[in-house]
């Protein structure tokens, strides 16, 4: 069995990344500048942020934070995308979900200009990746398809089981996975799936985007198989500090020892989330999409 380190393919891709904004730099060209827009005090929105933020200061980009309270209005939000949309020295920005009950975020993210849509959730830019055409893919199923590709992993033709639909990751990664360059044969699968067990038992590829900590157990898992675990779910913990800790979709302990290849919770699939949102806006900035 081969553990994926998605952090060492993070760090070797923000190492890239990084000698790209240098090489842009030294010819004079502009730091890529990354905004990110924060509504409330949500933990989990404020740490993801806070990583974002961090992770530009790592690559030599500029970031900037916008914050609002919970009680901003839709139309003073709105508002502020425009403004972001407008302004020119900001390439990319995202604004972090989930936003507030009284706020459609579909209105929200459809205001954002799908040229500085670095999370790919515009459907516009839903709309040219599943066409094929070059577009702002959203962070996770990009950052899948790079583990893929960079552990040399085989998809031509194998059968690739995605257990999840959500817009954000199990779906655009099914376009991508049945895409020609990659040609893998996608089942995806959710909570109304039957014989759930013997469809993921079938996979060469089995991903696990649910969300109900360590769902998948040994049963559903075909010999060889390569498992790439995108849950983490935050469960108390007496074993750290803080009092959590995040947990996969796999139940790892059982399910490892019969893998080909498998990504760990945490440091599988998260950090390549996070490096692909660094990756989005290098292309915004250097204007390779659109
Ligand atoms: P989501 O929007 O809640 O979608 C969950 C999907 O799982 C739905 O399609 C749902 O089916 C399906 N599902 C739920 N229970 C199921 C069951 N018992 N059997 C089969 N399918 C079931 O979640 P998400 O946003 O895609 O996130 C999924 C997980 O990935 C979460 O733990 C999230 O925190 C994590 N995540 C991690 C990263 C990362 O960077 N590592 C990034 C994004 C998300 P229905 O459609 O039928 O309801």
């Excluded at 139309?75 to 949309?85: A, D, P, T, W, Y």
Aim: with cysteine; proline share 4%.
């Amino acid at each position: 069995m081969i553990l994926i380190d998605g952090k060492k393919v993070a760090a070797e891709m923000k190492q890239e990344i990084a000698a790209k904004v240098l090489e842009l730099k030294e010819k004079g060209g502009k730091t890529p500048h990354l905004a990110a827009v924060l509504v409330g005090h949500d933990g989990g929105s404020e740490t993801y942020v806070a990583y974002k933020i961090k992770d530009c200061e790592a690559v030599g980009f500029k970031s900037s934070l916008v914050r609002y309270e919970d009680d901003v209005t839709e139309e003073e939000l709105l508002s502020k995308v425009q403004e972001l949309n407008e302004d020119t020295d900001i390439d990319g920005f995202i604004v972090q979900l989930p936003l507030p009950g009284h706020i459609s975020e579909q209105k929200v993210i459809e205001a954002i200009d799908p040229k500085k849509d670095v999370d790919g959730f515009h459907p516009e830019n839903v709309g040219r990746m599943v066409i094929g055409l070059p577009s702002f893919v959203s962070a996770t199923p990009f950052g899948i398809v790079e583990l893929l590709k960079r552990y040399n992993i085989e998809t031509n033709g194998k059968n690739c089981v995605i257990v999840g639909r959500s817009n954000i990751v199990g779906r655009p990664l099914s376009v991508l996975l049945s895409q020609k360059a990659i040609n893998a044969t996608v089942t995806v699968a959710h909570s109304r799936t039957q014989n759930l067990e013997e469809v993921c038992r079938n996979a060469d590829i089995l991903v696990a985007a649910i969300g109900v900590p360590e769902f998948v157990k040994k049963n559903m898992v075909k010999e060889g198989a390569v498992v790439i675990d995108v849950g983490t779910t935050r469960v108390k913990s007496d074993q750290t500090k803080s009092g959590w800790k995040l947990k996969g979709d796999v139940l790892f302990d059982e399910v490892a020892s019969k893998c080909s290849y498998i990504t760990p919770v945490p440091g599988g699939v998260g950090p390549m989330t996070r490096v692909s949102l660094l990756h989005n806006t290098l292309l915004a900035a250097t204007g390779k999409i659109y």
